[in-house]
């Protein structure tokens, strides 16, 4: 029986290095493996024996892209075992932070890392030479959020402004005021890129999906809310180690997130838009319509109109935020330190992000757990490419290669945050005389 192999040795316009291989027999798939071949980065291990106050800082470090996400988790945790309450303006100005990281990242991935695949062009620089208009258009909204997290956060990549109990300083009411106009632009570009996104080419491709995403039914999910599942589940951020599990794979440096039972979940854009579409705005949910978009959407092709439905909500909401700001006085809450194990959970632009924290009595942590959204998407991933080939198996061998690479776009996987620090043994001279290891 003849078999193929499909290898994408490098994948491209994704963060991080990883590569994919689909082996095909007959015409059945047999191995579909996404390899994360990019060495442990260690975080968890760091973390320990550091003061629980930086935090913030060390944990912006794991991206480049989404550092918001990875403070407000960190953040969370840490106030919960404080008992530290920020109060409604600290939390309105981490919720306009984190809408400044949804739009430059989702304005990044729709304009310069995935519409190329829809649009059958290699990549960015050939869109811009046949398109020029578009990348205009994303690299201004990029930009905008960009200086959403700048002015918040101190600067846009990595802020530093963000600490336990709130801001290190906040920023003036004229400061933010002074963004208003490109907001309002911002917006009118945001309802474009959801028209312009809803009349892509899509494969013909849905799958049934077990989604996972904060809820709170008060507003679209970012930094607060329970952990709400498709199938029911309504669980505390404390809980998510009771019903969730991650399993080491042995051709990856990544952990592969799934529930208890065994089943892969999936989380981000899809997730959030399926269990919390109520909670848009009223001009995002239309846009959603017109764009042709069920609730929920079961094609992971069509994220990328999702994200485009998203960028308009954050858009709107950060424009909100900013004509009615008023800063927080004090720009932080301080508490005793005290020993204990706090959880903290937002959601990243490509999803769930969840944090667990151990301190003691002087705030030093002794354990900590991170887990990101691409090592939760990753077995579903693998389960995307497993039925795609599946179904159009008899495609031609190019085609069907790049439709694979463009089906892990599907998720703006960010793979260098995926590896996890499992064990590393120290052999010299033949002998084994040290071991480090994250805690559970």
């Keep these: 029986m003849k078999s193929r192999t499909i290898n994408v040795d490098t994948l491209a316009r994704v963060e991080g290095e990883g590569a994919l291989r689909v082996r095909v027999k007959g015409r059945h798939v047999e191995e579909v493996n996404l390899r994360i071949y990019e060495p442990p980065r260690f975080f968890e291990a760091f973390l320990r024996g550091r003061a629980s106050f930086e935090a913030p800082d060390i944990t912006a470090r794991i991206c480049g892209i989404c550092p918001v996400a990875y403070q407000m988790s960190s953040t969370q945790a840490i106030e919960r075992i404080l008992g530290i309450d920020p109060g409604t303006e600290i939390r309105r100005l981490r919720r306009l932070l984190y809408c400044g990281e949804w739009i430059e990242s989702h304005a990044l991935h729709i304009y310069l890392l995935h519409a190329p695949d829809f649009l059958g062009l290699e990549d960015s620089i050939q869109l811009a030479r046949t398109n020029p208009d578009i990348v205009r258009q994303g690299l201004r909204l990029k930009k905008i959020g960009n200086d959403l997290m700048s002015l918040i956060g101190g600067r846009e990549i990595h802020p530093i402004n963000v600490r336990v109990g709130g801001f290190y300083r906040a920023p003036r009411a004229e400061d933010l005021k002074a963004l208003e106009e490109d907001l309002t632009w911002a917006v009118e570009a945001a309802a474009e890129t959801v028209r312009w996104a809803g009349s892509l080419p899509f494969p013909d491709f849905e799958r049934e999906y077990l989604f996972v995403a904060l809820r709170n039914g008060r507003e679209y999910p970012m930094n607060d809310g329970r952990i709400a599942a498709s199938d029911g589940m309504d669980i505390g951020v404390d809980e998510y180690e009771r019903h969730f599990t991650e399993e080491h794979v042995e051709r990856s440096n990544a952990l592969h997130s799934v529930r208890h039972s065994g089943e892969p979940y999936l989380v981000g854009p899809l997730a959030r ?115 795609y080939v599946n179904r159009f198996v008899d495609k031609p061998k190019k085609q069907l290669t790049w439709e694979c690479e463009q089906a892990v776009r599907n998720y703006d996987p960010c793979i260098s945050c995926a590896t996890h620090f499992l064990k590393l043994e120290w052999e010299q001279d033949g002998a084994v005389d040290g071991r480090m290891e994250c805690l559970p």
């Excluded at 094609?299 to 990328?304: L, R, T, Y």
């Excluded at 932080?332 to 301190?359: C, D, K, N, S």
Aim: glycine share 6%.
């Design 273 to 387: 838009y399926a269990l919390n579409f109520e909670t848009l705005t009223s001009r995002a949910r239309e846009a959603a319509r017109d764009a042709g978009l069920a609730v929920p959407c079961r094609n992971p092709f069509k994220s990328i109109i999702v994200r485009s439905v998203e960028l308009l909500h954050a858009c709107e909401e950060a424009l909100s935020i900013v004509r009615s700001y008023v800063p927080p006085n004090p720009s932080y809450v301080t508490a005793p330190m005290r020993a204990g194990t706090g959880h903290g959970a937002t959601e990243a632009p490509r999803g769930l992000l969840y944090h667990r924290y151990t301190i003691d009595d002087e705030g030093i942590i002794r354990a900590a757990k991170i887990v990101p959204p691409t090592s939760q998407n990753q077995k579903t991933i693998e389960e995307d490419l497993r039925e």
